[in-house]
Antibody
Framework: EVQLVESGGGLVQPGGSLRLSCVAS????????MIWVRQAPGKGLGWVSY????????YYADSVKGRFIISRDNAKNSLFLQMTDLRAEDTAVYYC????????????WGQGTLVTVSS | SYVLTQPPSVSVAPGQTARITCGGN??????VHWYQQKPGQAPVLVVH???DRPSGIPERFSGSNSGNTATLTISRVEAGDEADYYC???????????FGTGTKVTVL
């Protein structure tokens, strides 16, 4: 069974930093691209970032480019999101998701971790 | 940037058919995926690549995509189908993934 477990969320002040982690199990992590998606309270889903299997291809949403860095450690079955210069509008539940092989779908999701940016 | 537009809400009686649209410029040329999200839960994939169902998803869920509109159809709606539904595509012109605005399905 595919499992994705996020951690690292919490309360942070504006301008602060936070590092999210996502540990994967139940599948060959190194064989799948991965995604971060976020959802602000009461709002819709928003794609944040993409990383390919070998980390050779990375994409960011315009709203986080230059502030967030996605990375992965295939040896540890782990995905990361380093977030800096956090703003109130970054407040959201952050989900990691598995990118389906050979298609553009997100076929498995974690339960999410809440990031709150507030003074 | 590429925009996907969904109706904010759809109401349907049990046993009837719900149709949720997802509008985008020439969306018929893209692969569309649909997610169901119940309150307090993570999204779940219900239809991928326009019309394919993942294992475990009831046949009542189906999809189509043509022209400027993709549609998720839920047949014989049940109370348990009440949720938010999102469409999603990959926009190759911007190297961005895009979600629709979301539709809340209410079962009357």
């Amino acid at each position: 069974e595919v499992q994705l477990v996020e951690s690292g969320g919490g309360l942070v002040q504006p301008g602060g930093s936070l590092r999210l982690s996502c540990v994967a199990s139940g599948f060959t992590f190194s064989g799948y691209s991965m995604i971060w998606v976020r959802q602000a309270p009461g709002k819709g889903l928003g794609w944040v970032s993409y990383i390919s299997t070998s980390s050779s291809t990375i994409y960011y949403a315009d709203s986080v480019k230059g502030r967030f860095i996605i990375s992965r450690d295939n040896a540890k079955n782990s995905l990361f999101l380093q977030m800096t210069d956090l703003r109130a509008e970054d407040t959201a539940v952050y989900y990691c998701a598995r990118h389906g092989g050979g298609t553009t779908v997100f076929d498995s999701w974690g339960q999410g971790t809440l990031v709150t940016v507030s003074s | 940037s590429y925009v996907l537009t969904q109706p904010p809400s759809v109401s349907v009686a049990p046993g009837q058919t719900a149709r949720i649209t997802c509008g985008g410029n020439n969306i018929g040329s893209k692969s569309v995926h649909w997610y169901q999200q119940k309150p307090g839960q993570a999204p779940v994939l219900v239809v991928h690549d326009d019309s394919d169902r993942p294992s475990g998803i009831p046949e009542r869920f189906s999809g189509s995509n043509s022209g400027n509109t993709a549609t998720l159809t839920i047949s014989r709606v049940e109370a348990g189908d009440e949720a938010d539904y999102y469409c999603q595509v990959w926009d190759s012109s911007s190297d961005h993934y895009v979600f629709g605005t979301g539709t809340k399905v209410t079962v009357l």
